[in-house]
C-alpha cells in the first residue's frame, strides 16, 4: 500500500447535552432548544484519525448517518482536515437502533475501500457503545475498542492499539480493515485553520447515499430495528437536602451524625 | 426477517473471566437472571469461556445456575472479540436462548456489540433495572439523559433479547452448598474457532487486581479541583474507613486509578456516605452516585452543579477542607478509644 490508507472517521451530530432538559409538570425530554453539535467523543476519533494520516498517508474521509442538516458535522470535521465527508441520509434510516445504524455505517465504509474506521467511545445522547463493534461485525471485521492509542505498522498491515481494560491495559495488533473507538479524552484535538473552516463552512459539499445507493433500503429503520423503546419515564429525583455550610465544624457534625 | 419467538428458552448469563478471575459483575447478574429465569420459569445457564476454567463453570452452578456451558480452549485466552463472537454466534443458533445478559465492562460491551449483529439480536447497553413482563419479554431500562430519565426497551420480535448491565447494580449471588453435583451440570462444548481464523492478536496484557470501589460503605472522591493532589481524598478515606474514588477527568489525568471511576462509563456506587471534592456534578458524574444514601460536596466555586446534588455543600478549598475534616474524625476517634 504505497499511497496510504483509507481511513474513515465516523461523526454523529448529537443536541447539546447541557441543554436537553426535562419538563417537570409532563416528564418529557426537551430536546428542542438544544443546538446540535459534534459527539463531544468524536473529536477524539477524527484527532486520531488526522494523526494516522500523518504517520502513514492516505485519506480521511468522514462519514455521519442523519437528517441533512448532520452536515454540520462532517463540515466541522472537513474543518480540521478531513479530506471528504460523505452524509447518509434517507428518511428509511429513520428509527434506527444500534443494528442497522451500524449496518449502513458498515456498507458505507466498505464501499470507501477503508482500511481503517476510527469512531468515539459512544455518543453523548444514548451513549450505547455499540455501533463500533457493530460495524466491525457486519463487515467480518476486526475490531479495537477503548483504545488509548494507535500505533500502524503498515508494513505487516496491521494496526497496533492499546486498549484500556480492567485493572491495566493491553497491546493489540488487528489485521486490517479495522474498526476502532477511541477513548474518550484518548487526544488532544487540534483547532479547525482559519482557511480550512472558511473552505469548509462555504465550497465543500458531501457527497450523499441513500438507503438505496446502499442497497439497504429493506434492512434499516424502525421496522428492522431489534429493539424498541416501551417507554420512556423520568426517574424520580433523588430529594437532596441542598444545606450549605459555613464552616468545616459545621460539616464535620453533620457526618458524624450519619455515621 | 421473522422468527419463531417461541422457539427460544432460557435466560443465559456471560461469565466475562480474564485469566480465570470472574469479573464480579458476572456474579451479580447470574443472581439477576436466578430472579428472571425463575419468574419465566426457565433455565438459568451460565456461559463460561476460556482456558482452563471449568472451575468456573462449577463455581456458576454453585451460585445458582441450573446448568453452565463450557467452551474451554486456549484460543479463548486471553479475550478477543472474534473467536469469541464466532463461537457465541454457534451456541446461540445451535440453542436459542431467549434472554442474554452480559456485563457492561469494557470487554463485555466489546463482546455484546460483536455478536449482537450475526444473531439480530435486541441489544440494551448499560441497564440498570431488568424485569420480564406479563408475557415474558425483557424489559431493559436503562437511564438517558443524565440519569434524568429512564427510558424501557423491548425487543418483541428477534431473539436473544440481549443487556449489558452495569455494574455494581444488583447483589452478588453467593456460592451455596448446594445438592446438585455441579460438574454434571456442566457441559463442554464443542469449539468452533481456530486460531488461524483469528484476526488480532494480544501482544502485550497488563493487568493488576482490580479493586472493587462498589460495596464501599463510605466513599471520598476527587475530581480536577484534586490539581494532582490526591493526599487529602486519601487521607479522609482512610480515617473514614471508607474507599478513593474520581472523576473521570480525575482518572484520566492518572492521579487516581481507571477501577476508581465513578459514573456512566465508571462505577455505580450506594454507599451510605459519599463526599464528592472538587467535581463539578456533571451528569455523566451524578449517574454513578446518585444512589447514596448521603451526599456531601466540597467545591471552590458556589454555582458548581454538586451542590444542587448534595445533602450538605461546603464552598472552599478542599486542600484545606478535607484536612481540617480528617483532623476532626481522627480527634474524636482519639476521643473515643
Ligand atoms: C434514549 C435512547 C436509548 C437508546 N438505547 C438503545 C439501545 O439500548 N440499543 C440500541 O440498539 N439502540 C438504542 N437506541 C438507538 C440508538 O441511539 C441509535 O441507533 C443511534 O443511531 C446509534 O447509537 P449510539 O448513539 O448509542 O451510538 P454509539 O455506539 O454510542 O456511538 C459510538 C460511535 O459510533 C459512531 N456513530 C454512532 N452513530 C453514528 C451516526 N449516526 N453517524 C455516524 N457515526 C455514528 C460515532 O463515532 C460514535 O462516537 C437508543 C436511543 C435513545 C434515544
Ligand atoms: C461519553 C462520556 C462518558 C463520561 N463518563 C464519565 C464518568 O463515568 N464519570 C465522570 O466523572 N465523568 C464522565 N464523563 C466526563 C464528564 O462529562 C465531566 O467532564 C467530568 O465528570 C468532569 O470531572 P470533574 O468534575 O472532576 O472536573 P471539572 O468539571 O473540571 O470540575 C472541577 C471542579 O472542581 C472545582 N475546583 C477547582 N479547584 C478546586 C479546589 N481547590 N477545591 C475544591 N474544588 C475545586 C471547580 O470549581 C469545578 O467545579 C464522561 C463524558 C463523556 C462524554
Redesign the pocket.
Known amino acids: 500500500m504505497n499511497d496510504g490508507w483509507n481511513i474513515v472517521v465516523c461523526v454523529k451530530q448529537v443536541p447539546d447535552a447541557d441543554d436537553v432538559t426535562i419538563d417537570p409538570d409532563t416528564g418529557t425530554l426537551n430536546r428542542s432548544g438544544a443546538p446540535a453539535v459534534l459527539n463531544?467523543?468524536d473529536h477524539n476519533a477524527v484527532e486520531s484519525a488526522l494523526a494516522l494520516r500523518e504517520s502513514v498517508g492516505g485519506t480521511v474521509t468522514a462519514i455521519t448517518m442523519g437528517p441533512p442538516p448532520a452536515k454540520a458535522v462532517l463540515q466541522t470535521a472537513v474543518g480540521v482536515g478531513a479530506d471528504g465527508g460523505v452524509l447518509l441520509t434517507d428518511r428509511a434510516f429513520g428509527g434506527s437502533d444500534t443494528w442497522p445504524t451500524s449496518l449502513a455505517l458498515a456498507r458505507a465504509a466498505a464501499e470507501l475501500d477503508a482500511d481503517v474506521v476510527i469512531c468515539g467511545?459512544?455518543s453523548?445522547d444514548s451513549?450505547t457503545g455499540q455501533v463500533p463493534p457493530g460495524i466491525a461485525a457486519h463487515n467480518g471485521w476486526s475490531q479495537l475498542t477503548y483504545v488509548e492509542s494507535l500505533d500502524p505498522q503498515p508494513e505487516d498491515g496491521v494496526l497496533v492499539g492499546k486498549r484500556d481494560v480492567e485493572g491495566g491495559y493491553e497491546r493489540v495488533a488487528a489485521e486490517l480493515p479495522v474498526v476502532v473507538a477511541m477513548e474518550?479524552g484518548a487526544n488532544r484535538p487540534r483547532p479547525a485553520g482559519l482557511h480550512r473552516k472558511i473552505f469548509a463552512e462555504t465550497e465543500f459539499e458531501p457527497v450523499e447515499w441513500s438507503a438505496s445507493d446502499l442497497g439497504i433500503e429493506d434492512r434499516v429503520g424502525l421496522a428492522n430495528s431489534p429493539t424498541k423503546v416501551g417507554g420512556m419515564d423520568t426517574a424520580t429525583p433523588v430529594e437532596r437536602e441542598r444545606i450549605r455550610v459555613e464552616s468545616v465544624d459545621e460539616l464535620y457534625e453533620y457526618i458524624a451524625e450519619v455515621r | 426477517m421473522t422468527i419463531e419467538t417461541d422457539d427460544y428458552r432460557d435466560v443465559w448469563v456471560f461469565v466475562e473471566q480474564h485469566d480465570g478471575t470472574a469479573a464480579p459483575v458476572s456474579w451479580e447478574l447470574l443472581a439477576k437472571g436466578r430472579e428472571l429465569a425463575d419468574e419465566t420459569d426457565e433455565s438459568l445457564v451460565a456461559l463460561v469461556m476460556g482456558d482452563d476454567v471449568s472451575d468456573l463453570a462449577e463455581e456458576a452452578v454453585a451460585r445458582g445456575a441450573d446448568r453452565a456451558l463450557l467452551a474451554d480452549d486456549a484460543v479463548f485466552e486471553p479475550y478477543r472479540a472474534d473467536p469469541y463472537g464466532e463461537q457465541f454466534r454457534a451456541l446461540v443458533e445451535a440453542r436459542k436462548p431467549s434472554i442474554v445478559l452480559i456485563g457492561g465492562t469494557h470487554t463485555g460491551r466489546d463482546f455484546a456489540g460483536r455478536v449482537a449483529v450475526p444473531a439480530h439480536a435486541g441489544l440494551t447497553a448499560d441497564c440498570t433495572e431488568l424485569a420480564v413482563d406479563d408475557e415474558g419479554l425483557l424489559l431493559a431500562s436503562r437511564p438517558t439523559f443524565g440519569g434524568d430519565a429512564m427510558a424501557t426497551i423491548k425487543c418483541p420480535a428477534h431473539r436473544p433479547q440481549m443487556a449489558t448491565v452495569r455494574a455494581g447494580v444488583f447483589d452478588t449471588s453467593e456460592p451455596t452448598e448446594s445438592d446438585v453435583e455441579r460438574a454434571a451440570a456442566v457441559e463442554e462444548v464443542e469449539v468452533v474457532v481456530a486460531e488461524e481464523d483469528a484476526l488480532s492478536t494480544v501482544l502485550e496484557r497488563v493487568v493488576s487486581d482490580v479493586v472493587d470501589i462498589t460495596d464501599a460503605d463510605v466513599v471520598v472522591a476527587g475530581?480536577?479541583?484534586c490539581?494532582g493532589e490526591v493526599g487529602p481524598i486519601v487521607e479522609l478515606a482512610e480515617v473514614l474507613g471508607g474507599e478513593v474514588a474520581a472523576?473521570?477527568?480525575?482518572v484520566d489525568e492518572g492521579w487516581i486509578e481507571p477501577a476508581r471511576?465513578?459514573?456512566?462509563?465508571?462505577k455505580t456506587v450506594r454507599p451510605h456516605l459519599y463526599i464528592a471534592?472538587?467535581?463539578?456534578g456533571?451528569v455523566?458524574?451524578l449517574e454513578?452516585m446518585n444512589d447514596s444514601d448521603v451526599v456531601v460536596a466540597?467545591?471552590?466555586?458556589p454555582n458548581?452543579a454538586i451542590f444542587e446534588h448534595a445533602d450538605y455543600g461546603i464552598v472552599g478549598?478542599?486542600?484545606e477542607v478535607l484536612p481540617k475534616l480528617t483532623e476532626l474524625v481522627r480527634e474524636q476517634q482519639e476521643v473515643a478509644a
Open positions: 463531544r467523543p467511545e459512544e453523548t451513549s474518550f | 475530581g480536577a479541583g490539581e472523576s473521570r477527568a480525575a471511576q465513578v459514573g456512566q462509563t465508571g471534592a472538587g467535581i463539578s456533571a455523566q458524574h454513578g466540597v467545591n471552590t466555586d458548581a478549598d478542599l486542600h
